[in-house]
Structure formats: structure tokens, C-alpha cells
């Protein structure tokens, strides 16, 4: 008897709530302009790949790497000059894709890791005490 009871306190009370909630007045939220998404314009997406470097001037870089056994060449656009990166460099490129062109945001040479094997120590082998003759007592 006091579950119904408590039962039915806890719906009166929930059911007032919601009426309460239904009553009130929606608000309008006021979208700043410079917030506002423009469908129009697609959002920019950011690409990396790594390849070769196979020509590099101030304005523009190309590109060679390998997927799935087959080779491809990229053309990219540089905003500013890269330095320190030469023809035959591994490099990684993150790139925009703008107006059907590549627009390189960042080339960075790609560091080949060492695989270091660990070598151990040869542990020195004593060599067994000869059978030395009992002492006479």
C-alpha cells in the first residue's frame, strides 16, 4: 500500500513538471553572422600523403608516391617557400583540396627510424675445474 502511494506522489509530481515546462514561451536564439555556417562553402578537409620529391621551385612541388604497386604523381601549391627539402627527398605533404588544386599547408622531410637490434653480451664461459687427484690424508 505505501508503494501505490509513493507511486502515485512521484507521477503527480513529474506530470506537474512537465506541465509547468510546457507553459513556458519558447525563445528565439539570435545566430551571430560571422558564426553562421554558409551551406555554399564546403568545409576545408586536410589530406596527408608521403612520397618522393621529384621537382621543387617556390611556388610549387611535385610529388611521387606508391599505392598498391602503382605510382603517382601529385602537383602541389606552395603558399610560402620550403626550405632544407631537395629533389629525391622522402617528404610528407598535408595538403587542402581548393578549386580542383592542391594547396600545400605543410612539407615536412620524414626521418627514417633506425631499427636498433639489441645485442647481448656473450657470457664468459669458465672453463671446468680439471679433476685434480685427491690429496693423501
Do not use: W
Not at 621529384?54 to 612541388?61: A, G
Request: glycine letters at 2%.
Amino acid at each position: 500500500m505505501k508503494r501505490l502511494i509513493v507511486l502515485a506522489a512521484c507521477f503527480a509530481f513529474i506530470s506537474s513538471f512537465c506541465a509547468f515546462a510546457a507553459d513556458g514561451t519558447p525563445t528565439a536564439t539570435k545566430v551571430e553572422p560571422s558564426k553562421a555556417v554558409n551551406p555554399k562553402t564546403p568545409k576545408e578537409t586536410r589530406v596527408s600523403i608521403t612520397g618522393v620529391v621529384k621537382e621543387i621551385s617556390d611556388t610549387m612541388i611535385t610529388v611521387e608516391r606508391t599505392v598498391k604497386e602503382s605510382t603517382e604523381t601529385m602537383q602541389f601549391i606552395l603558399d610560402k617557400p620550403v626550405e632544407k627539402i631537395n629533389v629525391g627527398d622522402k617528404v610528407r605533404v598535408i595538403y587542402i583540396k581548393k578549386d580542383e588544386k592542391h594547396i600545400a599547408i605543410k612539407v615536412s622531410p620524414v626521418v627514417a627510424k633506425k631499427i636498433l637490434k639489441k645485442t647481448y653480451p656473450l657470457k664468459e664461459t669458465k672453463p671446468l675445474p680439471a679433476e685434480v687427484p685427491p690429496s693423501p690424508r
